[in-house]
């Protein structure tokens, strides 16, 4: 059993709704992975933090994505306006940072925009 | 640029039969290397990990994989797949000092009864 909880398990948008997931990493790990995973099972990297702080991400994250890891409450991954083409599962990793080390998943948000 | 390449998107065998699945990384230097599984598009499990010494490296449930550095390769064997084998197996890499994972674009694996 994933001890990485991610919430909700599915969402169904209006094309220009706002979509919101939430992760709880593993207790200890103060990395913090997102994933979006395509119908095609590709997986594109979106952002990681380390504790509050944003280690990397990429430029789509930056438009209308947005994420944070505040302490003490969950991370999130909010969409401003949600596009047919963000359609897809998140995936939500935790790890303990260094180099190499394991990505624990959870189970995943799978966002429907219709 | 670093990748992570799995030839076959869709492998078929039978129950009882011997299984390959395959991995090429291009990095410079030598990565870590993870295969994972992922069962009926839920989260992803860890089978096995590779960081240096022994090239073959022992997972979960009899999965076993191979590195290669001549070879560029991370093979993924099991001796006899059963039918709830069946999920898309993902090959992933990353360096050092990088957090960030590589992961290739996944096999699906079809186990025959």
């Known amino acids: 059993n994933s001890k990485v909880i991610q919430t909700p398990r599915y969402l169904v948008k209006g094309q220009g709704q706002k979509a919101k997931m939430r992760c709880i990493p593993e207790?200890?790990?103060?990395?913090v992975f997102w994933y979006q995973q395509n119908k095609n099972n590709e997986f594109k990297f979106l952002i990681n933090?380390?504790?509050?702080?944003?280690?990397?991400q990429i430029d789509m994250t930056e438009k209308r994505f947005s994420a944070e890891c505040p302490s003490n409450s969950p991370c999130s991954l909010e969409i401003q306006s949600s596009e047919a083409g963000d359609s897809a599962l998140y995936l939500c990793?935790?790890?303990?940072?260094?180099?190499?080390?394991?990505?624990?998943f959870g189970e995943g948000s799978r966002l429907i925009v219709v | 640029a670093q990748s992570v390449t799995q030839p076959d998107a869709r492998v078929t065998v039978s129950e009882g039969a011997s299984l390959q699945l395959r991995c090429k990384y291009s990095?410079?230097?030598?990565?870590?290397l993870f295969w994972y599984v992922q069962y009926q598009r839920q989260g992803l499990q860890l089978l096995l990990k590779?960081?240096?010494?022994?090239?073959v490296v022992q997972g979960v449930n009899g999965f076993e994989a191979e590195f290669s550095k001549s070879d560029s390769s991370f093979h993924l064997r099991k001796a006899s797949v059963h039918w709830s084998d069946s999920a898309v197996y993902f090959c992933?890499?990353?360096?050092?000092?990088?957090?960030?994972?590589?992961f290739g674009d996944g096999t699906q694996l079809v186990v025959k009864p």
């Open positions: 990793a935790s790890s303990l940072g260094n180099s190499g080390n394991t990505l624990y």
């Open positions: 992933a890499a990353s360096i050092y000092n990088n957090n960030r994972i590589f």
């Open positions: 590779y960081y240096s010494g022994d090239p």
């Open positions: 207790k200890g790990h103060p990395v």
């Open positions: 933090f380390q504790n509050q702080e944003v280690l990397q």
């Open positions: 990095y410079s230097g030598t990565p870590y």
